[in-house]
């Protein structure tokens, strides 16, 4: 099993600054890693796949960079609708998710 | 519109068995993969199982093989997930999702709003 592992688990930031999230995997998965949005109470939201393609409807402030086991999600200018839950999913194997980034207001 | 919708949840006592239903809409359900996802209370995602386009391959979690079962009616765009010998550790909440591709293999662009499994005596 690949493991997925994100950090910070917490991250604290103001609105209109810039969030960077880290998503590791214990062996390499390619290109093969989403990004996924949570907020309380709703299902998860696809927002990157294939590591750096946005999904439809996802505003260009969202971007994803990275291959083999080191990615990245950056959101270049935090909206209030963007803090929630953040987690990372490697579908090079058998699909796993990382621990999740939970993005709060400072 | 798209949409996913996720029926059969409820409670349930230990080593008793569960049904699960997802009907889909808005897209032509025989052409994609499918998964179950579960996420436990105050937990993050963990993913259950997955079948093809055409059901004719289905894996599973290491967790849920052997006693959980994927299976599809493409004439009713219909995702199913039968549950035997349900433990206290199954509950959470079931998600169903759509994958990219036929395989089931990409990742997952549609999501139901769940259905929550609770197993307690």
């Known amino acids: 099993e690949i493991v997925m592992t994100q950090s910070p688990a917490t991250l604290s930031v103001s609105p209109g600054e810039r969030a960077t999230l880290s998503c590791r995997a214990s062996?390499?998965?390619?290109?093969?890693l989403a990004w996924y949005q949570q907020k309380p109470g709703q299902a998860p939201r696809l927002l990157i796949y294939?590591?750096?393609t946005r999904a439809t409807g996802i505003p260009a402030r969202f971007s994803g960079s990275g291959s083999g086991t080191e990615f990245t999600l950056t959101i270049s200018s935090l909206q209030s609708e963007d803090f929630a839950v953040y987690y990372c999913?490697?579908?090079?194997?058998?699909?796993?998710f990382g621990g999740g980034t939970k993005v709060e207001i400072k | 519109q798209v949409q996913l919708v996720e029926s059969g949840g409820g409670v349930v006592q230990p080593g008793r068995s569960l049904r699960l239903s997802c009907a889909a809409s808005?897209?032509?359900?025989?052409?994609?993969?499918m998964h179950w996802v579960r996420q436990a209370p105050g937990k993050g995602l963990e993913w259950v199982a997955v079948?093809?386009?055409?059901?004719?391959?289905?894996y599973y979690a290491d967790s849920v093989k052997g006693r959980f079962t994927i299976s599809r009616d493409n004439s009713k765009n219909t995702l199913y997930l039968q549950m035997n010998s349900l433990r206290a550790e199954d509950t959470a909440v079931y998600y169903c999702?759509?994958?990219?591709?036929?395989?089931?293999?990409?990742?997952?662009?549609?999501w139901g709003q769940g259905t929550m499994v609770t197993v307690s005596s």
């Open positions: 062996q390499s998965v390619s290109s093969n």
């Open positions: 079948i093809s386009y055409d059901g004719s391959n289905k």
């Open positions: 294939g590591a750096s």
């Open positions: 999702a759509k994958d990219l591709g036929y395989r089931g293999r990409d990742a997952f662009d549609i």
């Open positions: 999913q490697q579908y090079n194997n058998w699909p796993t």
């Open positions: 808005g897209f032509t359900f025989s052409s994609y993969g």
